[in-house]
């Protein structure tokens, strides 16, 4: 089974700086179509969670451009420029590549 | 606009099954495939299993031998039955459209 590591749990942040989480797996995520299904969700206090990222780089729909998802193979990185307010709460990676599998979470606060 | 809703007893007995509908609108299941992902009290997220748009199942390896998803496409629902219960399958669980549309969960406790 995949396992996605992610770092840091949690990443203090004071408003306007960049923040960065990392999201590693034990296997490539590269599907044998040649493309890999990295996702990222940010989930808010007492929501549920919202999908940021698709196929590692893709913002969805309505999210803005300070969130910028990289990464290739089995090492991927979410970063957001500039954190607001409503950015805060638990990031979590996931990958429909190999079964399905979230990340543990990287929650994301003020300092 | 698309919507999900989950509903199902908030409680259910240890050893018992648990039968969760998930009522959409907004969307054909016919065109869309529904998954549905739990989260314990605290804890992250876990991926359950999904219906795709064209009636086949997949399950997360580890629920597999205990969980079922079938829907009604007449009535715009999906359910998700999953039986032998225990108090670690106490979670919000939720019901999403191809992960990117969410319902707002059902908190499902299991206790005697």
């Known amino acids: 089974d995949v396992v996605l590591t992610q770092t840091p749990v949690a990443q203090p942040v004071t408003l306007g700086d960049q923040a960065s989480i990392s999201c590693r797996s034990s296997q490539s995520l590269v599907h044998s179509n040649g493309n890999t299904y990295l996702e990222w969700y940010l989930q808010k206090p007492g929501q549920s969670p919202q999908l940021l990222i698709y196929k590692v780089s893709n913002r969805f729909s309505g999210v803005p451009d300070r969130f910028i998802g990289s990464g290739s193979g089995s090492d991927f990185t979410l970063k957001i420029s500039r954190v607001e307010p409503e950015d805060l709460g638990v990031y979590y990676c996931?990958?429909?590549?190999?079964?399905?599998?979230f990340g543990g979470g990287t929650k994301l606060e003020l300092k | 606009q698309v919507q999900l809703k989950e509903s199902g007893p908030g409680l259910v007995q240890p050893s018992q099954t648990l039968s969760l509908t998930c009522t959409v609108s907004g969307f054909s299941l016919m065109d869309y495939s529904v998954h549905w992902v739990r989260q314990p009290p605290g804890k992250g997220l876990e991926w359950m299993g999904r219906m795709k748009y064209d009636g086949d199942t997949y399950y997360n390896s580890a629920l597999k031998s205990r969980l079922s998803i079938s829907r009604d496409t007449s009535k715009s629902q999906v359910f998700l039955k999953m039986n032998s219960l225990q108090t670690e399958d106490t979670a919000i669980y939720y019901c999403t459209r191809a992960m990117d549309a969410w319902g707002q969960g059902a908190s499902v406790t299991v206790s005697s």
């Open positions: 996931f990958q429909a590549t190999h079964d399905r599998t």
